[in-house]
């Protein structure tokens, strides 16, 4: 089994910053793919950003330029660093992981979820 916890989530002016942390912890391998979702109220579960082995990333159109998804395989903890933040962001985020390997946007390729963590970004 797999457990997920993130953390970091907050209150924070347009504009601002924020750091995302989701904690790995059971069977975990650095070969699995990890990823960001975020879900708005009345809004479907969104795609952020993914990781896979070796570093390789992809972000949304939407973040690109702004959010950078990391891992440390050491720690076992996924990382989003989200910069210039608009209230558009504002949504419960999500970290996810699988075994399957490559850099997966569909919700339903990830087996094991976090809690989330809530993010606002007032105007």
């Known amino acids: 089994q797999v457990q997920l916890v993130e953390s970091g989530g907050g209150l924070v002016q347009a504009g601002g910053s924020l750091r995302l942390s989701c904690a790995a912890s059971?069977?975990?391998?650095?070969?699995?793919?990890m990823a960001w979702f975020r879900q708005a109220p009345g809004k479907e579960r969104e795609f952020v950003a993914s990781i896979w082995s070796g570093g390789h990333t992809y972000h949304a159109a939407s973040v690109k330029g702004r959010f950078t998804i990391s891992r440390d395989n050491a720690k076992n903890t996924l990382y989003l660093q989200m910069n210039s933040l608009k209230p558009e962001d504002t949504a419960v985020y999500y970290c996810?992981?699988?075994?399957?390997?490559?850099?997966?946007?569909?919700?339903?390729?990830?087996?094991?979820w976090g809690q989330g963590t809530q993010v606002t970004v007032s105007s």
């Open positions: 996810a992981t699988t075994p399957r390997a490559g850099l997966l946007t569909a919700a339903s390729s990830y087996g094991y």
């Open positions: 059971g069977r975990t391998f650095s070969s699995y793919s």
